[in-house]
């Protein structure tokens, strides 16, 4: 199975490394750029219904051209058996690039409670900023860090909203 380059991704190793059975697995992924961010999802199963879920962001460890030897951490769904020594696991993963849009609330229509918790007819559409491959990552309002994953926890900047990128 390829993912378009040369090479393909693939899963090197899966090991149990805690009492509480978190499965690390071991991938090898081309076709990314240094330092870019990947979200890689997928599971582990066996064919008697042992079942383990990925879902974690990373960054590209590897020089241009070379391969990424990344490690992700499954976690065991409670209610599936134990995976069972000596049986074959499969682990199906995808790695994809992660594009980040911040979106800030729409000021309320009518007046708000002074609670904090989000009710019925709540919006956020207020363009704040996007990060992600290509010309998304420096479409941020008011942040020159390229990363709006991080931009995220800063408060929204006052004045007129940007039109969302496109």
Do not use: C
């Not at 990344?70 to 599936?80: E, Y």
């Not at 309002?141 to 900047?157: D, V």
């Amino acid at each position: 199975m390829s993912n378009g380059s040369k090479s393909p991704t693939k899963a090197t190793q899966v090991k149990i490394i805690d009492p509480a059975n978190n499965i690390q697995v071991s991938i090898d992924v081309d076709a990314f750029m240094p330092n870019e961010s990947v979200e890689i999802s997928g599971y582990i199963a066996q064919n008697h219904g042992a079942y383990a879920t990925i879902n974690e962001f990373k960054k590209i460890n590897s020089k241009l051209g070379r391969t990424a030897h990344l490690t992700v951490t499954a976690k065991p769904v409670p209610t599936a058996p134990a995976f069972q020594q000596g049986d074959d696991v499969m682990v199906f993963v995808r790695v994809a690039k992660v594009w980040v849009t911040v979106l800030g609330a729409v000021p309320a229509q009518q007046p708000v409670a002074l609670s904090l918790e989000a009710g019925e007819g709540s919006v956020w559409g207020r363009f704040v900023g996007a990060a992600g491959p290509d010309s998304y990552s420096d479409t941020q309002e008011g942040n020159q860090s390229g990363s709006a994953a991080e931009y995220a926890g800063q408060a929204a900047p006052d004045g007129p909203s940007s039109p969302a990128a496109s």
